[in-house]
């Protein structure tokens, strides 16, 4: 089995506030290729929704790298309301996307590296 690293993004969007928008990231996490979108959690409240996804550097990679697209095209920061301020469409910073072994090590690039998350 190739090495596996777990990913877990989160978004300011939930499935209670605007049901499209959080079902085309859902949708963008399930088209990548060898990766699982293993458990979205959203609430309404804070307006967030909170992915965990697991597959291969590579395939966790492009699934972060599209998630982060996505949520760009698509969240309307300007009519964000939540418990919790806006910040933008991705986490705080909105740059960095860990990515993290089951080993529990942090893999910020591909092994052999290719140009990875940060640099896209």
């Known amino acids: 089995m190739g090495k596996l690293v777990e990913c877990i993004p989160n978004f300011s969007v ?5 049901e499209a928008v959080y079902r085309g990231l859902v949708d963008v996490a399930k088209s990548i290729p060898g990766c699982m ?7 309404g409240n804070h307006n967030r929704c909170v992915f965990t996804m697991v597959g291969s550097p590579e ?3 492009e699934a972060a790298f599209q998630l982060c697209r996505k949520a760009m095209e698509t969240i309307d920061m300007t009519k964000h309301q939540g418990q919790h301020p806006p910040r933008g ?6 740059q960095l996307v860990p990515q993290h072994g089951l080993d529990g090590q942090q ?4 092994p052999g590296g290719g140009e990875g998350l940060q640099e896209k």
Do not use: C, M, W, Y
């Open 89 to 94: 469409e991705l986490p705080p910073g909105g």
């Open 107 to 110: 893999h910020r690039r591909r």
């Open 37 to 43: 979108l293993f458990d979205v959690q959203s609430d």
């Open 14 to 18: 939930s499935k209670e506030t605007n």
């Open 59 to 61: 395939a966790i990679e």
